[in-house]
């Protein structure tokens, strides 16, 4: 199975500039190595060949950081200024519509790279799945997705409110074959602005959606995020 690789990079991280952040949000380092780097350079150690990452018109200092930057593996910027994530994915799907399967998560999102190494071997491993979507029993989100799975990890349901005793939320890591990623412009074009819609509409659809448990994975929205995911890379060593 080709595995594409992509990062969405297109929010302005309005949250950590209004608590004083200047650098674009890709750019805040944690402990020491900008948050998309790190990213980058995590995909290319479990096997990528290439890296797109889709960027809006306002990011040039994001543009030139990953225009000069050597990550080991190229690194391919879309710009398009979107509303929403699921409107960044799709993007990135309509402007390549020869993928077969691709892992895609958002620049903000913080794990550690063993966990997403048995993630991906998972979805490598999956014949079934049209979807693999990473989760996790750390809420640390402000609002997270509830995730309603079998005891072998097929995905019934999302929630955004947890009213069945749910034990996983989303972890904004997600695995997507070729029927997944047909789902992307129907959802968009039924009215869904968000990830979570789309993930329902997979559901909707009939698709098999199969979830993987990470361990701790720390969303950074804000500048205490930051020291929570340092804190979290640092006891991971870095990693």
């Not at 650098?23 to 980058?40: D, F, N, S, W």
């Not at 990011?59 to 398009?80: K, M, N, R, W």
Request: proline letters at 3%.
């Amino acid at each position: 199975m080709n595995i594409e690789f992509a990062i969405i990079a297109a929010g302005e991280g309005a949250r950590l500039k209004e608590e004083g952040i200047s650098l674009p949000k890709p750019m805040v380092p944690l402990c020491g190595t900008p948050m998309i780097e790190r990213l980058i350079r995590i995909f290319a150690n479990q096997g990528a060949t290439q890296v797109h990452v889709l960027i809006n018109s306002k990011s040039q200092e994001l543009a030139d950081f990953l225009h000069t930057t050597a990550f080991g593996v190229p690194v391919y910027t879309t710009i398009e200024d979107t509303p929403s994530s699921l409107h960044s994915l799709y993007a990135l799907t309509r402007f390549n519509p020869a993928w077969e399967s691709c892992v895609l998560t958002t620049t903000d999102t913080i794990f550690s790279e063993s966990d997403f190494e048995m993630y991906l071997q998972g979805f490598k491993d999956s014949k079934s799945c049209d979807a693999y979507m990473g989760v996790t029993d750390f809420v640390d989100d402000e609002s997270p997705l509830f995730v309603k799975v079998s005891d072998t990890m097929e995905v019934s349901g999302f929630y955004d409110r947890n009213e069945g005793a749910l034990s996983y939320v989303s972890a904004g890591i997600y695995g997507l074959k070729r029927k997944a990623m047909d789902c992307v412009e129907k959802s968009v074009a039924q009215g869904d602005s968000r990830m979570r819609n789309y993930q329902r509409s997979l559901i909707d659809n009939g698709l098999n959606v199969e979830a993987h448990l990470f361990g701790k994975v720390v969303d950074v929205d804000h500048i205490a995020d930051i020291t929570t995911a340092e804190a979290f890379l640092m006891l991971n060593n870095g990693k």
